[in-house]
Protein backbone atom coordinates (compact mmCIF):
# COMPACT_ATOMS: atom_id res chain seq x y z
CA UNK A 1 0.00 0.00 0.00
CA UNK A 2 0.99 3.61 -0.82
CA UNK A 3 0.34 6.24 1.53
CA UNK A 4 1.70 9.22 -1.05
CA UNK A 5 0.07 10.37 -3.99
CA UNK A 6 1.57 12.67 -6.33
CA UNK A 7 0.06 15.37 -8.37
CA UNK A 8 0.15 15.22 -11.65
CA UNK A 9 1.36 12.01 -12.82
CA UNK A 10 2.68 13.89 -15.56
CA UNK A 11 3.85 17.23 -16.34
CA UNK A 12 5.64 18.63 -19.84
CA UNK A 13 6.90 21.99 -19.79
CA UNK A 14 9.53 23.99 -21.72
CA UNK A 15 13.07 24.65 -20.37
CA UNK A 16 13.32 27.30 -18.29
CA UNK A 17 9.95 27.29 -17.18
CA UNK A 18 9.16 26.20 -13.59
CA UNK A 19 7.92 22.29 -12.70
CA UNK A 20 5.33 22.07 -9.25
CA UNK A 21 4.75 19.09 -8.00
CA UNK A 22 2.49 18.08 -5.51
CA UNK A 23 2.43 15.14 -2.65
CA UNK A 24 -0.83 13.78 -0.23
CA UNK A 25 -0.35 11.69 2.52
CA UNK A 26 -2.54 10.25 5.11
CA UNK A 27 -1.17 9.67 8.15
CA UNK A 28 1.25 11.64 10.54
CA UNK A 29 4.82 11.73 9.56
CA UNK A 30 7.93 12.15 11.15
CA UNK A 31 9.36 13.46 8.15
CA UNK A 32 9.59 13.75 4.30
CA UNK A 33 11.31 13.12 1.61
CA UNK A 34 11.79 13.46 -2.29
CA UNK A 35 13.94 11.71 -4.36
CA UNK A 36 14.18 11.56 -8.33
CA UNK A 37 14.60 8.88 -10.43
CA UNK A 38 16.28 8.70 -14.31
CA UNK A 39 14.83 6.22 -16.48
CA UNK A 40 16.40 2.83 -15.54
CA UNK A 41 18.28 4.64 -12.61
CA UNK A 42 18.57 4.42 -8.78
CA UNK A 43 16.67 6.84 -6.79
CA UNK A 44 18.53 10.06 -5.69
CA UNK A 45 17.61 11.76 -2.51
CA UNK A 46 16.51 15.40 -2.90
CA UNK A 47 15.67 17.25 -0.09
CA UNK A 48 14.22 15.79 3.64
CA UNK A 49 12.03 18.05 5.63
CA UNK A 50 10.99 17.01 9.22
CA UNK A 51 7.61 17.42 10.25
CA UNK A 52 8.53 21.06 12.29
CA UNK A 53 9.62 22.39 9.61
CA UNK A 54 7.33 24.53 6.85
CA UNK A 55 9.82 25.14 4.19
CA UNK A 56 13.10 23.93 2.75
CA UNK A 57 15.80 24.58 -0.06
CA UNK A 58 18.80 23.61 -2.19
CA UNK A 59 19.58 25.05 -5.10
CA UNK A 60 16.52 25.65 -7.49
CA UNK A 61 14.41 23.38 -5.47
CA UNK A 62 12.47 24.50 -3.10
CA UNK A 63 10.00 22.28 -0.76
CA UNK A 64 6.85 23.07 1.17
CA UNK A 65 5.11 21.08 3.99
CA UNK A 66 1.75 21.97 5.20
CA UNK A 67 1.38 19.17 7.98
CA UNK A 68 -2.24 20.33 8.66
CA UNK A 69 -3.23 19.68 5.27
CA UNK A 70 -0.80 16.28 4.85
CA UNK A 71 0.47 17.80 1.87
CA UNK A 72 3.87 18.55 0.30
CA UNK A 73 5.39 20.48 -2.62
CA UNK A 74 8.25 20.35 -4.84
CA UNK A 75 9.17 23.43 -7.22
CA UNK A 76 11.79 23.37 -9.82
CA UNK A 77 12.72 26.56 -10.92
CA UNK A 78 14.26 27.08 -14.05
CA UNK A 79 13.83 24.11 -14.91
CA UNK A 80 16.53 22.37 -17.90
CA UNK A 81 16.54 19.07 -19.71
CA UNK A 82 18.33 17.09 -17.03
CA UNK A 83 15.41 17.57 -14.91
CA UNK A 84 13.40 15.13 -16.67
CA UNK A 85 12.75 12.24 -14.51
CA UNK A 86 10.50 10.67 -12.18
CA UNK A 87 9.64 12.57 -8.75
CA UNK A 88 8.50 10.42 -6.08
CA UNK A 89 7.67 11.94 -2.20
CA UNK A 90 8.31 9.17 0.49
CA UNK A 91 7.27 9.70 4.20
CA UNK A 92 8.42 8.43 7.33
CA UNK A 93 5.11 7.58 9.59
CA UNK A 94 5.79 8.81 13.65
CA UNK A 95 4.06 5.28 14.51
CA UNK A 96 5.54 3.47 12.08
CA UNK A 97 8.34 0.96 11.36
CA UNK A 98 11.83 2.08 10.02
CA UNK A 99 10.76 2.28 6.65
CA UNK A 100 9.93 4.76 3.67
CA UNK A 101 6.06 4.96 2.31
CA UNK A 102 6.59 6.14 -1.36
CA UNK A 103 3.92 7.52 -4.05
CA UNK A 104 3.79 6.42 -7.57
CA UNK A 105 5.64 9.38 -8.41
CA UNK A 106 5.03 12.46 -11.18
CA UNK A 107 7.06 11.89 -14.67
CA UNK A 108 8.10 15.31 -15.22
CA UNK A 109 9.72 16.05 -19.18
CA UNK A 110 11.35 19.04 -19.97
CA UNK A 111 11.15 20.34 -23.75
CA UNK A 112 14.64 21.85 -25.00
CA UNK B 1 33.30 2.73 -4.36
CA UNK B 2 31.57 5.47 -2.56
CA UNK B 3 27.88 4.54 -3.10
CA UNK B 4 25.39 1.55 -2.80
CA UNK B 5 26.06 -1.33 -5.02
CA UNK B 6 24.34 -3.80 -6.56
CA UNK B 7 24.57 -6.65 -8.39
CA UNK B 8 23.61 -8.49 -10.70
CA UNK B 9 22.36 -5.63 -12.23
CA UNK B 10 19.89 -7.80 -14.71
CA UNK B 11 18.77 -11.20 -13.91
CA UNK B 12 16.83 -13.45 -16.30
CA UNK B 13 15.49 -16.24 -14.06
CA UNK B 14 13.41 -19.16 -15.71
CA UNK B 15 9.94 -19.47 -13.74
CA UNK B 16 10.84 -22.10 -10.52
CA UNK B 17 14.51 -20.90 -10.53
CA UNK B 18 16.23 -19.88 -7.78
CA UNK B 19 18.00 -15.99 -8.08
CA UNK B 20 20.25 -14.26 -4.91
CA UNK B 21 20.62 -10.29 -5.34
CA UNK B 22 23.58 -8.86 -3.86
CA UNK B 23 23.58 -5.31 -2.22
CA UNK B 24 27.26 -3.62 -0.65
CA UNK B 25 26.08 -0.71 1.85
CA UNK B 26 28.01 2.30 1.99
CA UNK B 27 30.74 1.80 4.74
CA UNK B 28 29.14 2.48 7.99
CA UNK B 29 25.79 2.58 7.64
CA UNK B 30 23.98 0.92 9.83
CA UNK B 31 20.63 0.20 8.32
CA UNK B 32 19.71 -1.32 5.17
CA UNK B 33 16.33 -1.39 3.48
CA UNK B 34 15.16 -3.90 0.39
CA UNK B 35 12.52 -2.33 -1.77
CA UNK B 36 10.45 -3.74 -4.79
CA UNK B 37 9.66 -1.84 -7.76
CA UNK B 38 6.69 -2.69 -10.66
CA UNK B 39 7.19 -0.68 -13.42
CA UNK B 40 5.54 2.44 -13.33
CA UNK B 41 5.00 2.42 -9.59
CA UNK B 42 6.97 3.82 -6.39
CA UNK B 43 9.43 1.31 -4.66
CA UNK B 44 7.55 -0.78 -2.40
CA UNK B 45 9.36 -1.70 1.19
CA UNK B 46 10.09 -5.55 1.71
CA UNK B 47 12.44 -5.43 4.50
CA UNK B 48 15.24 -3.54 7.43
CA UNK B 49 18.24 -4.50 8.93
CA UNK B 50 19.95 -2.33 11.24
CA UNK B 51 23.49 -3.98 11.33
CA UNK B 52 22.96 -7.68 11.18
CA UNK B 53 19.44 -7.70 12.68
CA UNK B 54 16.61 -8.11 10.43
CA UNK B 55 14.13 -6.00 12.23
CA UNK B 56 11.04 -5.93 9.77
CA UNK B 57 10.17 -8.18 7.13
CA UNK B 58 6.52 -7.41 7.06
CA UNK B 59 6.81 -6.36 3.00
CA UNK B 60 8.57 -9.37 1.60
CA UNK B 61 5.38 -10.72 0.02
CA UNK B 62 5.69 -14.79 0.59
CA UNK B 63 7.81 -16.80 1.96
CA UNK B 64 9.65 -17.36 -1.08
CA UNK B 65 11.23 -14.55 -0.22
CA UNK B 66 14.56 -14.02 2.52
CA UNK B 67 16.83 -11.80 3.36
CA UNK B 68 19.95 -11.93 5.46
CA UNK B 69 22.50 -9.03 6.36
CA UNK B 70 25.03 -11.88 8.53
CA UNK B 71 28.10 -9.50 9.31
CA UNK B 72 25.80 -6.06 8.78
CA UNK B 73 27.39 -5.13 6.05
CA UNK B 74 26.49 -6.97 2.64
CA UNK B 75 23.02 -8.16 2.10
CA UNK B 76 21.69 -11.06 0.32
CA UNK B 77 17.97 -10.99 -1.20
CA UNK B 78 16.83 -14.24 -2.26
CA UNK B 79 14.13 -15.51 -4.11
CA UNK B 80 12.92 -19.32 -4.12
CA UNK B 81 11.27 -20.52 -6.59
CA UNK B 82 10.62 -17.20 -8.68
CA UNK B 83 7.60 -16.70 -10.64
CA UNK B 84 6.18 -14.73 -13.29
CA UNK B 85 4.79 -11.76 -10.73
CA UNK B 86 8.22 -11.52 -9.03
CA UNK B 87 9.33 -9.55 -11.86
CA UNK B 88 10.23 -6.49 -10.76
CA UNK B 89 13.21 -3.97 -9.70
CA UNK B 90 15.11 -4.85 -6.74
CA UNK B 91 16.29 -1.57 -4.91
CA UNK B 92 18.58 -1.41 -1.91
CA UNK B 93 19.19 1.39 0.35
CA UNK B 94 21.79 1.94 3.44
CA UNK B 95 21.41 5.34 5.79
CA UNK B 96 23.77 5.97 8.53
CA UNK B 97 20.85 5.20 10.90
CA UNK B 98 17.26 4.62 10.32
CA UNK B 99 14.76 6.30 8.43
CA UNK B 100 15.38 9.71 9.60
CA UNK B 101 18.60 9.75 8.05
CA UNK B 102 19.23 10.46 4.11
CA UNK B 103 18.81 6.56 2.65
CA UNK B 104 20.94 6.15 -0.17
CA UNK B 105 20.12 3.92 -3.09
CA UNK B 106 21.30 1.22 -5.25
CA UNK B 107 20.56 1.29 -9.02
CA UNK B 108 18.98 -1.66 -8.69
CA UNK B 109 18.74 -5.56 -9.75
CA UNK B 110 15.93 -5.67 -12.57
CA UNK B 111 14.79 -9.70 -12.44
CA UNK B 112 12.59 -10.59 -15.05
CA UNK B 113 11.22 -14.21 -14.79
CA UNK B 114 10.52 -15.84 -18.63
Known amino acids: SQQGEEDPQALSIQEGENATMNCSYK?????LQWYRQNSGRGLVHLILIRSNEREKHSGRLRVTLDTSKKSSSLLITASRAADTASYFC????????????FGQGTRLTINP | GAGVSQSPRYKVAKRGQDVALRCDPI?????LFWYQQALGQGPEFLTY????????KSGLPSDRFFAERPEGSVSTLKIQRTQQEDSAVYLCASSLYGVNTEAFFGQGTRLTVV
Open chain 2, 49 to 56: FQNEAQLD
Open chain 2, 27 to 31: SGHVS
Open chain 1, 27 to 31: TSINN
Open chain 1, 90 to 101: ATSLIQGAQKLV
